[in-house]
């Protein structure tokens, strides 16, 4: 039986992450939050103080880590049987997962465990190249962005809201950084699939991302 697959790629902070949650939860469908896997190598990765470029190290720690999801209204992720899930959040893991990510080898390692993910009654897999490798054949595909003013807005806002100090200008520079290398990598960079609807949430509230893409799946 084949199963239903829709993807939403995007750059960091278009909200990928609540709208596919939403949209899983509401079609009762499994949810991979594709980025949480390169957080977690880079939760690894620093705490074993490797030097992040380095393929071979990072290849390494990839193939050997062992990952547990449980993907509830909260993310929880275990790495080697410990919770990390409050570190997977942090601006400094992000930026980590990022370089970790440009890596091709990592990349290739990490494919398998991303497709594992699906399986029925169906899939919302977010991340940067759903659409482009990992699930090339998914059915429906999204691409979501906004831009990296409105992007740095909303995670000043969510930091300053968590009772955290926040630095717009230094946000807007460090998004604006993650998208370059994303977008410049050259294995699977951050790329809009030919066949993805393409929505820009700069000027959209939530829950009207969210009807369209369901508009889409129905
Ligand atoms: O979506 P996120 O912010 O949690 O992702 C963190 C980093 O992981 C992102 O800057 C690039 C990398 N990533 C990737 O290369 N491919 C994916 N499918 C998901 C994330």
């Not at 790629?9 to 939403?22: C, F, I, Q, W, Y």
């Not at 980025?35 to 990072?58: H, M, N, P, T």
């Not at 990490?110 to 940067?128: M, N, Y």
């Amino acid at each position: 039986m084949t199963v239903p697959v829709l993807t939403i790629d995007g750059p960091s902070g278009a909200g990928k992450g609540t709208v596919s949650r939403a949209v899983a939860k509401k079609l009762g469908w499994n949810y991979l939050d594709s980025g949480s896997i390169y957080r977690s190598l880079a939760v690894a990765a620093l705490k074993q103080q490797a030097d992040l470029e380095d393929e071979a190290a990072i290849v390494n720690i990839a193939r050997a880590m062992v990952l547990e999801f449980d993907c509830g209204d909260e993310l929880i992720v275990k790495l080697d049987g410990e919770d990390i899930s409050a570190q997977l959040g942090l601006e400094g893991t992000g930026n980590a997962a990022s370089v970790v990510a440009a890596l091709p080898e990592v990349r290739s390692v990490l494919l398998q465990k991303q497709k594992d993910f699906k399986q029925l009654p169906g899939l919302v897999a977010d991340g940067r190249d759903m659409g482009t490798v990992v699930f090339p054949d998914a059915e429906n595909k999204v691409f979501l962005t906004a831009s990296a003013a409105e992007r740095a807005k909303r995670r000043y806002k969510q930091l300053i809201e968590k009772g955290n100090d926040a630095n717009l200008a230094q946000i807007t520079h460090e998004i604006e950084e993650r998208d370059r290398r994303d977008m410049e990598r050259k294995a699977a960079p951050l790329a809009m699939a030919s066949d993805a609807l393409y929505i820009d949430s700069s000027d959209m509230t939530l829950e009207s991302v969210i009807d369209e893409v369901l508009n889409l799946i129905q």
